[in-house]
């Protein structure tokens, strides 16, 4: 076993029949590293799906074919895993993670549409915050090994730095050149670390934000992992907006709810999510439609400037 | 494309590159004679080129009498439209492109031409007529059409239709919308002349060509809980001869041949082509290499060629355990398909040709190299379409990606190759050795030219 405290990787998790620490020889370290590689692998490979599924163009429609390839890959990385029982770890640390949150409640508010689907999945009645914690809001050294786990997972999955502006309520976002920036460094976190999570973070605080992502992405996880079980949105308070709505074809939204994800992009957040309640069910906020011209100005713009 | 050097400071390329995205062409078809070449792009325009009628232009296989060099027609531009505008999906706040997926031609009638275009939702059936000729000599309008004084009038005239500047005159004859709720990859015109089948990601439909406001649903894999949804249609094509029989092809590498006589809805399929996978060689990106990209079948009716990432498949109608012919498109990046995965190309959908007499078949590939392969030897070749190598009417060389072994002048290496540069769409002529490459935003068309002091066919180059 290793001493307490040492940085644990997921991978690791399999060497542990193998790597007793006396009887090791050449061949079977040899074969130790081919297995961890090929579970670092298959992780990696694991996180770039995830992603893949949640970014999307919420401009336009995202290409089913792509989503439904990718999302089937996911599964059958699920279900390797879960034959050979790091599939059962991973979940366990999640969901201790998961008991072991608090959710606060000047974060990064997320709107009804969120907070339906966490109802009907969890029966809280408050507003989760939205997928807050990037690299940045790292754990101290001293957390736990399985949260370490979890948040290598997390990692991939969350977005936007915790240093952004607090409000993402409509009307009050703007193109807050801090945010942006905060952005960019982001993604290069994002993409270059692998499972590293133990990095600066320091004091309660970043714990606190920690533990708040991992309660985002254990639903996160839940939410793409599980079976891609679509939690049919809560009701409607509004019988007016339920009939209006009552001819769509409502199963269509909730694959791509799932399958495209309700996190933000890094590069998209604040434009991404109010697209993303706009477009993924009735939506009742009322200034999103308002907001929604100058959205699609901004990101045209942003796309020049972006050139992407 | 490949104009700007590094003369400027500043980085213009993502403004070219911005400004220049409409102009991808996203599709190409050559009518049913082969006269007429239509391109769609990414902005929604449509533009048709069609073949000079040279005097002596002689039929394939012979020498023209022009030249030496055998001056055979080109291609020139005979017309170009909007076809599809951008267009906005309210109830779910998504854009809908204005991309054209597919160009179908019909089958002559008579003199004007008729193809369907469609983007992700909508069909149009566009109507290519030439004027060439207006009637004068009226008795009661002038030259300028002014209403003549019925008192100057002495005596009667025919009028006549005299010739005028040739005009091609191009109009929307029918607008097939709201058939689909997933996006059209397929569309098809069926061999009764009458009707075609466009398919989505989840459904194909069968449309009567002259009735807009209703279409038959024909194959419906959408399952009842979208959660169970792991296969979608990636395209569909009637049989050449058979009204009746049509195939479609899935993202799990099967084939569904059906036959619209057995029933209505043709969910269950009448021969299911699949080859079974060799446990040997599986991985995470088994399945989605195997996904099918494009069908067609030959012009005989006798074969289907498919087109996944790596590979091109013959398959015999009569024979569904697996293919009889498997081509290797570009088995190098076999290795490298964990990087391919998470630039997106490896869900780059190419498309695959056959030659007229359905002896050679022609698939792209990356860094503007495009494969040919001759079912007889079972040999490919490898050819290039890129503006800086091939000069108009110069020789094609064959290109070589060096995979080890012994390197030559000119092989390139795979790690040099350019993803962005991907041949996806493709046509070839009807009846001659003419075939059409679309590169990003530059159509080639080459042409075979039989040289008259050997046997071996080169390909000269016309590019557009």
């Known amino acids: 076993m290793f001493p307490k405290g040492t940085k644990r990787k997921f991978s690791d998790s399999r060497e542990e029949p193998v790597a007793g620490g006396e009887d090791v020889n050449q061949s079977s370290l040899a074969a130790v590293r081919m297995l961890s590689s090929y579970s670092l692998q298959r992780q990696s490979l694991l996180d770039m799906s995830l992603i893949k599924l949640q970014l999307c163009h919420m401009l336009v429609e995202p290409n089913l074919c792509r989503s439904v390839l990718i999302a089937n890959t996911v599964r059958q990385i699920q279900e390797e895993m879960t034959q050979d029982g790091t599939w059962q770890i991973m979940t366990q640390a999640l969901s201790a993670a998961n008991a072991a949150a608090q959710c606060s409640a000047d974060r990064l508010v997320a709107t009804e549409v969120l907070c339906r689907q966490t109802e009907a999945a969890q029966g809280e009645q408050v507003p989760k915050p939205f997928p807050v914690v990037g690299s940045e809001g790292c754990p101290a050294k001293e957390v736990l090994e399985e949260e370490a786990a979890a948040a290598e997972v997390g990692m991939t999955m969350s977005t936007v730095s915790p240093q952004a502006p607090t409000s993402y309520l409509p009307g009050t976002f703007g193109m807050d050149p801090c945010w942006e920036e905060e952005e960019t460094g982001e993604d290069d976190d994002d993409e270059e670390e692998e499972e590293d999570s133990e990095e600066c973070g320091s004091g309660s605080e970043g714990e606190e934000r920690e533990r708040d992502s991992l309660v985002e992405d254990t639903r996160t996880a839940e939410q793409v992992f599980g079976t891609f079980e679509i939690k049919n949105p809560a009701p409607s308070p509004d019988p007016a907006l339920e009939e209006l709505f009552s001819d769509v074809d409502a199963s269509y939204y909730d694959l791509d709810t799932v399958l495209t994800g309700m996190q933000s992009v890094p590069k998209m957040g604040p434009y991404d999510l109010l697209e993303s309640l706009s477009s993924h069910g009735p939506s009742p906020l009322s200034s999103s439609t308002s907001c929604r011209s100058d959205l699609n100005e901004l990101d045209h713009i942003m796309e020049i400037i972006v050139g992407s | ?464």
């Not at chain 2, 951008?86 to 204005?98: A, T």
């Not at chain 2, 989505?200 to 419906?220: A, E, Q």
């Not at chain 2, 009889?324 to 076999?334: A, G, I, K």
């Open chain 2, 1 to 464: 494309m490949g104009e700007d050097t590094e003369s400027s400071k500043v980085n213009h390329s993502f403004l070219r590159d911005y400004v220049t995205e409409a102009d991808v062409i996203s599709t190409v078809e050559f009518n049913h004679t082969g006269d007429l070449l239509a391109t769609g792009d990414k902005g929604g325009r449509v533009v048709v080129f069609q073949r000079e009628t040279v005097v002596g232009h002689k039929p394939k296989g012979e020498l023209d009498q022009v030249g030496e060099t055998g001056e055979s027609g080109e291609y020139n531009v005979y017309s170009t439209f909007q076809s599809h505008e951008p267009d906005f999906d309210y109830l779910k706040s998504l854009e809908i492109e204005e991309k054209i997926n597919k160009i179908r031609w019909l089958p002559q009638q008579n003199a004007a031409h008729f193809l369907l275009s469609t983007n992700d939702k909508t069909i149009k059936l566009w109507k290519v007529s030439e004027r060439d000729k207006q009637p004068e000599g009226y008795n009661l309008k002038d030259e300028e059409g002014r209403v003549k004084d019925i008192s100057t009038v002495t005596s009667l005239q025919v009028p006549v239709l005299r010739p005028t500047d040739l005009m091609v005159e191009v109009r929307p004859r029918r607008v097939f919308s709201n058939g689909h709720t997933y996006h059209v990859n397929s569309i098809s015109v069926n061999s009764d002349g009458e009707t075609y089948l466009s398919a989505d990601d989840l459904r194909i439909n069968m449309w009567h060509l002259g009735i807009t406001d209703r279409s038959f649903n024909i194959v419906d894999i959408k399952p009842a809980n979208m959660e169970e949804l792991t296969e979608v249609i990636t395209a569909a094509e009637f049989h050449p001869h058979h009204c009746h029989l049509f195939v479609y092809s899935s993202s799990k590498g099967s084939l569904r041949l059906c036959d619209m006589r057995a029933s209505a809805l043709c969910d269950r399929h009448t021969k299911l082509f699949e080859e079974p996978e060799d446990p040997g060689s599986r991985s995470f990106f088994s399945e989605i290499v195997s996904s099918v990209s494009d069908v067609k079948f030959s012009h005989n009716g006798r074969y289907l060629l498919t087109r996944d990432y790596l590979t091109a498949k013959v398959w015999d109608l009569h024979m569904e355990k697996g293919p009889v012919e498997t081509y290797q498109v570009h088995d190098y990046l076999r290795t490298k398909l964990c990087s391919l995965y998470e630039n997106d190309c490896i869900f780059d959908k190419f498309e695959c040709v056959w030659n007229s007499s359905d002896s050679v078949i022609m698939t792209g590939a990356y860094n503007s190299f495009f494969r040919m392969f001759d079912r007889e030897t079972g040999r490919g070749v490898t050819l290039e379409a890129w503006r800086e190598t091939s000069k108009p009417r110069a020789v094609l060389r064959t290109r070589r990606i060096y995979t080890g072994g012994k390197r030559r002048r000119g092989d390139v290496g795979v790690d040099s190759l350019d993803f962005t540069k991907k041949i996806l769409h493709m046509a070839w002529h009807p009846e001659e050795n003419i075939i059409a490459i679309a590169s990003t935003n530059n159509l080639y068309i080459f042409q075979d030219r039989v040289s008259p002091d050997t046997q071996d066919p080169d390909l000269g180059s016309n590019t557009i």
